[in-house]
Nanobody, 127 residues
Framework: QVQLLESGGGLVQTGDSLRLSCAGS????????VGWFRQAPGKEREFVAA????????IYADSVKGRFTISRDNNRNTASLEMNSLQLDDTAVYYC????????????????????WGQGTQVTVSS
């Protein structure tokens, strides 16, 4: 199994940028598709973005499309979420998750499909 640790959260202002990182340990992260999810206070956890094992395929939630970019570096066993033009509604705890994936399988936005989760990192956007 793989252990995940997020970092990079913080307090920023609207319009700012922030880069979140997810470090894998234990089993190599390249065996897994990686997803980012977030949960705001009083709301359900929601999908943000996901990337395939090799990094060639990505999917995004409509709310972040064009502003966020997911990437990965399998040599460093990490995945990242670059967040630009941050808005108040982006305030949440952000979680990195990993899903065992065969190479031909499509990416999924379903959080129930992800096997491993990090502890989360807080992102707060203020006006």
């Amino acid at each position: 199994q793989v252990q995940l640790l997020e970092s990079g959260g913080g307090l920023v202002q609207t319009g700012d940028s922030l880069r979140l990182s997810c470090a894998g340990s234990g089993r190599t992260l390249k065996a897994y598709a990686v997803g980012w999810f977030r949960q705001a206070p009083g709301k359900e956890r929601e999908f943000v973005a996901a990337i395939s094992r090799g990094g060639g395929n990505t999917i995004y939630a409509d709310s972040v499309k064009g502003r966020f970019t997911i990437s990965r570096d399998n040599n460093r066993n990490t995945a990242s979420l670059e967040m630009n033009s941050l808005q108040l509604d982006d305030t949440a705890v952000y979680y990195c998750a990993a899903k065992s994936q065969i190479l031909t399988a499509p990416l999924t936005m379903d959080d129930q499909a992800y096997d491993y989760w990090g502890q989360g990192t807080q992102v707060t956007v203020s006006s």
